[in-house]
C-alpha cells in the first residue's frame, strides 16, 4: 500500500513540476501526503494552494482540518471563516455548508 501511495506521490509530483501553477495536482499531492502521514508537507501544499489561488474552495475544508489534527485551532477556525466566505463568492454553496458545519463542530469543541 505504502508503494502505490509513493507512486502516486511520485506521479503528482511530475504533474506539479509540469504545470506549479495547477491548484489540482497540488492538492492531490496534498491529500496524498496526509495518507503516507506527512502532514508537514500536506500543510505546506494546501497553504501554498490558499495563498496563491484562494479561489480554490476545497482547500479550506481539509486545511482547517489538518490545523485542527496539529493543534492549532485558531488557525483552523480563520481557515472555515475564510473558506465560507470563498464558497459563497463562487456560489458554491455545498462548499460552504460543509465549512459552516465543520466551523460548528470546531465552535463546540472549543467551548
Not at 502532514?39 to 484562494?54: G, N, Q, V
Not at 492549532?72 to 475564510?82: S, V, Y
Request: charged share 30%.
Amino acid at each position: 500500500m505504502k508503494a502505490m501511495n509513493e507512486s502516486r506521490v511520485q506521479k503528482l509530483k511530475e504533474f506539479l513540476d509540469a504545470d506549479p501553477d495547477d491548484s489540482f495536482s497540488r492538492f492531490a499531492l496534498a491529500l496524498e501526503h496526509l495518507k503516507i502521514g506527512d502532514s508537514d508537507t500536506a500543510l505546506k501544499h494546501f497553504e501554498y494552494i490558499r495563498d496563491h489561488d484562494p479561489e480554490y474552495v476545497g482547500v479550506y475544508y481539509h486545511l482547517g482540518k489538518l490545523y485542527e489534527l496539529i493543534g492549532i485551532p485558531k488557525n483552523a477556525l480563520k481557515t472555515f471563516t475564510t473558506g465560507i466566505t470563498a464558497a459563497r463568492k463562487m456560489h458554491d454553496h455545498h462548499a460552504a455548508s460543509e465549512l459552516e458545519q465543520a466551523l460548528d463542530e470546531l465552535e463546540t469543541d472549543e467551548a
